[in-house]
């Protein structure tokens, strides 16, 4: 039975797909939607049955859709809009951070660190869930690149500001010096990290496909990037993005010591090679969605309740910013960014952490945790239904817009 569900669900995911391109319903919400089925509504798969796969599956989702993200980006576009995208990012995560923690406050009644926490945990965007939309929708090369590169940079600040006010409320202080320099480091050393690794691999391409079955040996160079690079600490999906990056635009970083080290010249990916990789993508990110409709709390009415507020606050505050931030550009193109802001992999896996610390400390350490993580996957869930909503009703008008503007390359996002 196992089987034949999984089976059906491929089949499925491209209905879906073929759907949304003719009526602009997003894929994401009816995958969403089997997961609520099977899971919450009939009760045949449930979260602790997923225990183990549904965290690995989550993170190989995001680790190739940046990775296939970076492919396809142009370098010179990335730079081109590279200060508007740290504006963006760093205003957006600011301003959510704040409004979550004014709610959870003066509303949900949390004391004011666990309340900075959930602001924190629910600050960035998921790019498992940013980037298929962004695809589907046929956005600009500018709205593609501010999207994807602020739910890699926002998902690294929610990890580390989260995660240091784990470490605040065990030691009792918070360093903002210390986050702050985390947060680079983390960043930077990342994005060295996976430049690298794209440089040494295009270089030995050309030999690389001699070999048999050679096709996967590039994901599975992937893996290795990914995971060098979190054992030092570092964010693996900040490498795989930069990966890509250096796969898709090799000419930026032909070196003349390869020469000397008798390496081949960099190479580009074959259109074979992409379309694997398409395709891999596409089948994790089916599976993903299933699963978080799957991880979705319908047994506490009071966290749906706040989650929903908070979620639509959200929206609220992120329309409000890019309306002030980003006067200059096209309003088609403010319309996409706004709504592009839905929790994903990391909100859902940082929300678990404060009950974690509670339970190895053997006291309560931090206030309302079990509170916290329910409101934060029901920010999860209702950030996707509102984003999905409005992708549906907006669709039709943005394809219209694009299909008669034609971008300013002058145009970026300034305040």
């Not at 209905?15 to 319903?25: G, K, P, T, Y």
């Not at 960043?187 to 996976?194: K, Q, S, T, V």
């Not at 990916?269 to 299933?290: P, Q, W």
């Not at 959200?314 to 329309?319: C, E, G, H, K």
């Amino acid at each position: 039975m196992t089987y034949i569900f999984l089976g059906l669900l491929i089949f499925c995911a491209h209905l879906f797909n073929a759907w949304f391109s003719r009526r602009r319903i997003p894929d994401v919400l009816l995958l969403m939607v089997i997961g609520i089925v099977v899971g919450p509504v009939l009760g045949w798969i449930t979260p602790d049955k997923l225990a183990g796969t549904g965290p690995v599956l989550a993170s190989l989702t995001v680790l190739f859709i940046l990775f296939d993200s970076g492919i396809d980006m142009r370098l010179d576009t990335v730079r081109r809009y590279w200060s508007g995208v740290v504006q963006v990012t760093l205003y957006s995560f600011l301003a959510s951070m704040t409004t979550v923690t004014l709610l959870g406050y003066y509303v949900v009644h949390l004391e004011l660190q666990p309340s900075l926490m959930m602001g924190a945990m629910v600050a960035g965007t998921a790019a498992a869930i940013v980037i298929p939309l962004a695809r589907q929708m046929r956005v600009s090369d500018k709205t593609r690149v501010v999207l994807t590169l602020e739910s890699a940079i926002s998902g690294v600040l929610c990890i580390v500001v989260t995660l240091a006010f784990t470490e605040g409320f065990k030691m009792g202080d918070i360093s903002v010096g210390s986050m702050l320099g985390r947060v680079l480091a983390s960043i930077l050393l990342a994005l060295l990290l996976g430049t690298v690794g794209g440089i040494v691999w295009s270089s030995m391409m050309d030999r690389v496909r001699k070999l048999q079955n050679s096709m996967f040996l590039t994901p599975a160079f992937v893996f290795v990037i990914y995971g060098v690079t979190e054992v030092m600490g570092y964010s693996g999906a900040i490498a795989a993005l930069a990966f890509g990056l250096v796969l898709g635009n090799p000419d930026y970083f032909e070196m003349s010591f390869l020469r000397r080290l008798k390496m081949h010249r960099m190479t580009r990916l074959e259109a074979r090679e992409k379309s694997f990789f398409k395709e891999f993508v596409f089948i994790l990110k089916t599976y993903f969605f299933v699963y978080l409709g799957i991880c979705i709390p319908f047994n506490n009415i009071t966290a749906l309740t706040f989650g929903a507020l908070i979620a639509a606050s959200l929206f609220v505050v992120r329309f409000l910013l890019i309306a002030l931030v980003g006067r200059r550009n096209s309003k088609e193109d403010r319309l996409t960014v706004s709504m592009m802001i839905p929790k994903g992999l990391v909100s859902a896996v940082l929300a678990s952490i404060p009950e974690q610390v509670n339970v190895t400390a053997g006291e309560i350490l931090i206030p309302g945790a079990t509170m916290i993580k329910y409101i934060t996957y029901s920010v999860v869930f209702f950030s996707i239904i509102i984003c999905s909503l409005l992708v549906l009703c907006t669709s039709r008008y943005l394809v219209k817009a694009q299909e008669e503007v034609t971008w300013g390359e002058e145009e970026c996002y300034e305040g």
